[in-house]
């Protein structure tokens, strides 16, 4: 296991009430129903703090938690596993640059990966600066290996991910900073649908999305996603899509077709 190169500078009683906090505001902002989602801090090199299975993200106790070790057994807590711990252990394996993880079924966002649809398009300068774009990870059964199989090619490069007919994911160096990432990108999903409905969002172009990209460093922020092709999709991109490429002789029976059809030739 990949040992954390973020510090520890909180008591174990402070990360347990910041969970308490930010699952109040997760459950208040409705990203969660009933007893859905699950949050976690690496308190250390071998222990995760973790929300229980069973209980409403709203409504913690800081009593409420179990720490597991590196290979999920509990080793502390009165409450029972959440199923999805695999998904973090294996987040935070991958991830050395994270201290925390959010996961919850925000419903505009889900909407999206329920949808079969990533949150790609370099619309609004925060996002790209923040989260580069939020891709859509592959339906996995939830307590299964497989929940996170199509997660994995994504959790290197990116902060945020859409899991496909289930929810999201967001990870960060605290649990603020995760909170915030899967704030951003529900934001991002209620603005991006209300473009659809307003007859289709329009992508900033190639140099205003790489301006942005190089503006990180000003703003102190450590995104990981940038400049991956795709990520996010630029005006020139959708252009292409709308080009189609055909040969001299192609082209000449097109032509012919097109004036035939109007009983020219
Ligand atoms: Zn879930």
């Given at each position: 296991m990949v040992q954390s190169?973020?510090?520890?500078?909180?008591?174990?009683?402070?990360?347990?009430?910041?969970?308490?906090?930010?699952?109040?505001?997760?459950?208040?902002?409705?990203?969660?129903?009933?007893?859905?989602?699950?949050?976690?801090?690496r308190?250390d090199q071998d222990r995760i703090?973790?929300?229980?299975?069973?209980?409403?993200?709203?409504?913690?106790?800081?009593?409420?938690?179990?720490?597991v070790d590196m290979q999920g057994n509990?080793i502390?807590?009165?409450?029972?596993?959440?199923?999805?711990?695999?998904?973090h252990l294996t987040?935070y394996g991958?991830?050395?640059?994270?201290?925390?993880?959010?996961?919850?079924?925000?419903?505009?966002?889900?909407?999206?990966?329920?949808?079969?649809?990533?949150?790609?398009?370099?619309?609004?300068?925060?996002?790209?600066?923040?989260?580069?774009?939020?891709?859509?990870?592959?339906?996995?059964?939830?307590?299964?290996?497989?929940?996170?199989?199509?997660?994995?090619?994504?959790?290197?490069?990116?902060?945020?991910?859409?899991?496909?007919?289930?929810?999201?994911?967001?990870?960060?160096?605290?649990?603020?900073?995760?909170?915030?990432?899967?704030?951003?990108?529900?934001?991002?999903?209620?603005?991006?649908?209300?473009?659809?409905?307003?007859?289709?969002?329009?992508?900033?172009?190639?140099?205003?999305?790489?301006?942005?990209?190089?503006?990180?460093?000003?703003?102190?922020?450590?995104?990981?996603?940038?400049?991956?092709?795709?990520?996010?999709?630029?005006?020139?991109?959708?252009?292409?899509?709308?080009?189609?490429?055909?040969?001299?002789?192609?082209?000449?029976?097109?032509?012919?077709?097109?004036?035939?059809?109007?009983?020219?030739?």
């Open positions: 190169s973020v510090p520890m500078n909180k008591t174990e009683k402070e990360y347990r009430q910041d969970i308490v906090d930010i699952g109040r505001l997760v459950y208040q902002k409705g990203w969660v129903a009933a007893n859905d989602g699950n949050i976690t801090i308190l703090l973790a929300t229980p299975t069973g209980v409403s993200k709203g409504m913690m106790h800081v009593d409420d938690f179990i720490i509990k502390e807590g009165r409450k029972e596993r959440t199923s999805e711990i695999a998904m987040i991958m991830r050395p640059d994270i201290r925390s993880i959010v996961h919850a079924h925000p419903p505009v966002a889900t909407g999206f990966a329920t949808a079969g649809k990533p949150l790609n398009l370099a619309l609004l300068p925060e996002v790209i600066i923040g989260l580069g774009c939020v891709p859509l990870a592959d339906y996995g059964l939830p307590g299964t290996p497989a929940l996170t199989e199509g997660m994995l090619p994504y959790i290197p490069k990116y902060d945020a991910i859409l899991m496909g007919n289930h929810g999201a994911v967001c990870y960060g160096e605290d649990v603020y900073k995760a909170f915030f990432k899967m704030e951003t990108m529900e934001h991002f999903a209620r603005i991006t649908l209300v473009a659809e409905l307003l007859g289709g969002a329009k992508a900033l172009p190639r140099l205003e999305v790489d301006k942005l990209f190089d503006s990180r460093t000003r703003y102190g922020v450590k995104a990981k996603a940038g400049a991956l092709p795709g990520c996010p999709v630029v005006a020139e991109d959708l252009e292409d899509q709308d080009r189609f490429y055909v040969t001299r002789q192609e082209l000449i029976s097109l032509v012919d077709e097109a004036l035939k059809a109007r009983g020219v030739a």
